[in-house]
């Protein structure tokens, strides 16, 4: 599945979900974001979500709904992994504690080394699916 999306960053590029990532966390709000940047993520906090980005993570929760359950609060953000790699990140709170975290990367290959991280200072992965670039080898002959 992909849409057309225009940013600050990426204007008129086709973005489609590589990876899905689900979390328990129940840790602060501020406590989870500080994971998130020592895991090597950016908040892009000029950056809003804006409503082709939200169907993503509306797309996500929709299909995971039975691993994610019910929350009263919701808040999404957008970050940044190395060079300009976007995974859009949706807390689900309850009160000011994030209970668990859904990351959607819109990148091949970006969320395996950020699950590992996160999974490195406690965080709980409850479900991880990425798809991977396949290098195809091409053959050329003389004939």
């Keep these: 599945m992909f849409l057309k999306h225009s940013t600050a960053l990426d204007m008129g590029i086709e973005m489609r979900i590589y990876g899905i ?65 976007l995974v859009l990140i949706r807390f689900f709170m309850q009160g000011k504690r994030v209970g668990k975290v859904l990351l959607v990367s819109l990148r091949a290959g970006t969320l395996r080394s950020i699950v590992k991280r996160l999974e490195n200072i406690g965080w709980n992965r409850l ?12 053959k050329y002959t003389d004939h």
């Design 21 to 85: 990532a689900i979390f328990e966390v129940n840790k602060d709000l501020d406590v989870v974001i500080l994971d998130l940047e020592n895991a090597g993520l950016h908040r892009l906090e000029y950056m809003e979500i804006d409503p082709d980005l939200a169907t993503y993570l509306d797309m996500a929760e929709e299909e995971f709904g039975d691993t994610l359950g019910r929350y009263r609060t919701i808040k999404d953000y957008v970050f940044e992994y190395e060079n300009e790699r």
């Design 127 to 138: 479900f991880m699916f990425e798809i991977k670039r396949l290098m195809r080898s091409i």
